[in-house]
């Protein structure tokens, strides 16, 4: 059970033996990736301990300041798991989550006959809740598990990166352009493909370029979970996945490269992770 941050604090010096059993910037890494974390939350709420002395799995209560100025307590991996797709900067508040999407009344369905018995609120809600079956988009080509296509469902670029990157391999190396989806063997969600930044069908290597976006939101908690399901998926298809992962984000797979941004050096990396997976034999074919 989660405790408050002044006794956690006191069992970790008695178990440890120490008076700082966490160093200050011991877990900066770990919170790197999580900026709207890091400015919500404050040392003089929290017995002066700094967010870097707290380990992400501590089971722990801290006290928290969305961007509004509510105050809440939170575990670090409620925290953490709680960025998905780009929201407000207060997404985390409980109290701007309700503002934001109220909750509402249940409606109970009137009875025909007084005889009969009341149907309850929870079982209106469980009604409610029940998971729909998930229905595959029909739009997917009848190509072979592992085959690269051009998909109409695919997302346009999101990042103005993506951009320089593209063209940056097209100067390098010669290789197809025109595809952007790999067909998989299971659903993911609700597709049987993935749609990955770039896609080669020649060395059977998709790139992604990852960012934690405007708020930090992007690629972190759930996010991530998906990116893992998604790198799954492609091995799974026989393809090999490089993620370029900037804002401090982790490696998610061994080919993956932290960059700081991107440019000519990054760009040798690149290249250089490809040598590495298909060899450079086969790669070098392709340098214009």
Same mark, same amino acid.
């Given at each position: ?5 002044? #006794? ?15 160093? %200050?910037? #011991? ?7 999580? =900026? ?19 380990? =992400?799995?501590?089971?722990? &209560? &801290?006290?928290?300041?969305?961007? @509004?100025?509510?105050?809440? @307590? ?6 953490? %798991? ?14 701007? $989550?309700?503002?934001? +999407? !109220? ?5 109970? !369905?009137?009875?025909? *006959? ?16 029940? =998971? ?8 997917? =080509? ?8 051009? $998909?109409?469902?695919? !997302? ?10 593209? #063209? ?5 190396? +010669? /290789? $197809? ?9 299971? !659903?993911?969600? *609700? ?11 020649? %060395? ?12 930090? /939101? ?6 991530? *979970? @998906?990116?893992?399901?998604? *790198?799954?998926? &492609?091995?799974? #298809? ?5 993620? &370029? ?6 490696? /998610? ?7 700081? $941004? ?7 990396? %690149? ?18």
């Amino acid at each position: 059970m989660p405790e408050r941050v002044q #006794a956690w604090w006191a069992r970790r010096q008695w178990s440890k033996g120490l008076e700082v059993p966490y160093p %200050l910037g #011991a877990y900066r890494a770990a919170w790197a990736a999580f =900026p709207a974390l890091v400015r919500q939350y404050h040392p003089d709420l929290n017995d002066g301990i700094a967010l870097s002395q707290v380990p =992400p799995a501590a089971d722990v &209560l &801290l006290l928290w300041q969305c961007d @509004a100025g509510h105050r809440f @307590a939170a575990t670090p991996a409620e925290q953490r %798991l709680r960025p998905g797709r780009e929201r407000r900067r207060s997404a985390w508040c409980p109290d701007c $989550s309700e503002r934001a +999407n !109220p909750t509402r009344a249940v409606a109970l !369905p009137l009875r025909d *006959d007084v005889t009969k018995p009341a149907v309850s609120a929870n079982a209106v809600l469980r009604a409610r809740r029940a =998971p729909r079956p998930q229905r595959l988009c029909g739009k997917t =080509p009848d190509v072979t598990v592992g085959e690269a296509f051009v $998909s109409v469902c695919a !997302p346009k670029p999101a990042s103005a990166v993506e951009g320089r990157v593209r #063209a940056d391999l097209r100067e390098r190396l +010669n /290789l $197809s352009e025109e595809l952007n989806a790999v067909r998989v063997a299971r !659903p993911f969600f *609700d597709h049987l493909e993935v749609w990955p930044d770039f896609v080669f069908p020649e %060395l059977r290597i998709a790139v992604e370029y990852d960012s934690i976006g405007r708020h930090g /939101l992007e690629h972190v908690g759930r996010r991530e *979970d @998906a990116d893992r399901r998604k *790198d799954r998926a &492609l091995r799974g #298809a026989g393809w090999e996945v490089v993620r &370029l992962r900037t804002g401090r984000l982790e490696p /998610l797979g061994p080919h993956d490269l932290q960059l700081a $941004s991107w440019n000519r050096a990054a760009l040798d990396r %690149l290249v250089e992770a490809f040598r590495g997976i298909r060899g450079s034999f086969l790669v070098d074919a392709y340098v214009r």
